[in-house]
Each structure stands twice: as C-alpha cells, then as structure tokens.
T-cell receptor
Framework: GQNIDQPTEMTATEGAIVQINCTYQTSGFNGLFWYQQHAGEAPTFLSYNVLDGLEEKGRFSSFLSRSKGYSYLLLKELQMKDSASYLCAVIRGSTLGRLYFGRGTQLTVWP | GAGVSQSPRYKVAKRGQDVALRCDPISGHVSLFWYQQALGQGPEFLTYFQNEAQLDKSGLPSDRFFAERPEGSVSTLKIQRTQQEDSAVYLC?????????????FGEGSRLTVL
C-alpha cells in the first residue's frame, strides 16, 4: 500500500554485500524505518532515517534521499542468520507510529 | 515485562466465531498499535491508542473489528463473526514516545486461522 516498492526476493552468499532498495511516494513523508523479520517472529528495528544521508550501525547501513523518495539498506559481511524479510516502512503525517510498510524483501544468504 | 507479549500465539476459529486477541505492551509505553499482516505482505495499520484513548481506528477493515485499552496498558483486539479473509497474523506494537518518531517494539503476533 501507499506505493512503497521494494524487491520481492534477493539472494547473496556469505561474506558478500547486498543493497536492498525502497522507493516511496514523497507526499506527507515524515521518516523511514527498516525492520528485519525472521519467519514467524516479530519485526525488529534496524534503522530510522528522517534526514538525507547515510546512517551506519555496525554491519548495517541505511541511506535516505527525501527528494527522490528513495532509501536503501546495505548489509555487509553477510551471515547465514541474515536470511530474513527486510521491511521498509514510511511515516506519513503526524501519527508517528502509524507506519506504511512495503511488502518486504526476502533475503536468502547461501553458504 | 521485557517485551511486548501477545496471546494466544495461535488461534483457529470456525467461520462466524468471535475471537479476542490480547496485547501486553512494554511497561510504561504510552502508545500502542495494532497491525494486520497477511501471508507474504507487510503489516498494515489497524488502530492506535495513546494511553486509554483510541486516537485512530481508520485502519479497521470493518465494524466486526473492535479494539480497546481501558486502563491504558493491556489492549484487546476483538473480531466478531470471523470470516476467512480475517486469517492473518495480528501484531501489536508499543512505543514510549508520542511527540516524536519513536522506535516501535513489536510482539510476536497472534496467528489467526479461520476455517
């Protein structure tokens, strides 16, 4: 919903780097989250961007371009445990916990 | 508790039955959200509470869905006369912040299957 687009599936090998892209409609934009969700588990917070630029946190980095309606999540030194769905979610308007999620990108990491 | 707790984790209901799903948020968290996640999809917003006040229920799909949080902590999502299209994982999330973007902490969800 809300035209938040991300690839459905991606694959990579252990130790590699993968970039998961997310595009969204810019109207009412008030911030962007990335969540990780393993099958059957709760989504867990990875990153939050509200200003343009790159936020780095260990092996994970997230980038935002507000004018382009574009974000990416960069995962370095991939591990098998990184196999999961990665959800891009946008805040619009003033209810700051009301997130509009993309469908998620299912990442499979091969040995 | 240490995290957001939801019960039951799994619920199977016959079409037409009523179900109640419980969410126990992180202690002291003011904001509470319910989301619905269908298989292979991202979560979709249902409703939002700030303390005991339901400030936004625009995501509830029909009048068969009802949520409450009477004392500003535990919340219950009730679905009346369940239909097969209600089958989904119902996620509860809480946040400590109201006036700024705060991290949402999600529970593991209640998986509802309607036969």
């Amino acid at each position: 919903g809300q035209n938040i687009d991300q690839p459905t599936e991606m694959t990579a090998t252990e130790g590699a780097i993968v970039q998961i892209n997310c595009t969204y409609q810019t109207s009412g934009f008030n911030g962007l989250f990335w969540y990780q969700q393993h099958a059957g588990e709760a989504p867990t917070f990875l990153s939050y961007n509200v200003l343009d630029g790159l936020e780095e946190k260990g092996r994970f980095s997230s980038f935002l371009s507000r004018s382009k309606g574009y974000s990416y999540l960069l995962l370095k030194e991939l591990q098998m445990k990184d196999s999961a769905s990665y959800l891009c979610a946008v805040i619009r308007g003033s209810t700051l916990g009301r997130l509009y999620f993309g469908r998620g990108t299912q990442l499979t990491v091969w040995p | 508790g240490a995290g957001v707790s939801q019960s039951p984790r799994y619920k199977v209901a016959k079409r037409g039955q009523d179900v109640a799903l419980r969410c126990d948020p992180i202690s002291g968290h003011v904001s509470l959200f319910w989301y619905q996640q269908a298989l292979g999809q991202g979560p979709e917003f249902l409703t939002y509470f700030q303390n005991e006040a339901q400030l936004d229920k625009s995501g509830l799909p029909s009048d068969r869905f009802f949520a409450e949080r009477p004392e500003g902590s535990v919340s219950t999502l009730k679905i009346q006369r369940t239909q097969q299209e209600d089958s989904a994982v119902y996620l509860c999330a809480s946040s400590s912040r109201t006036g700024s973007a705060g991290e949402l902490f999600f529970g593991e969800g209640s998986r509802l299957t309607v036969l």
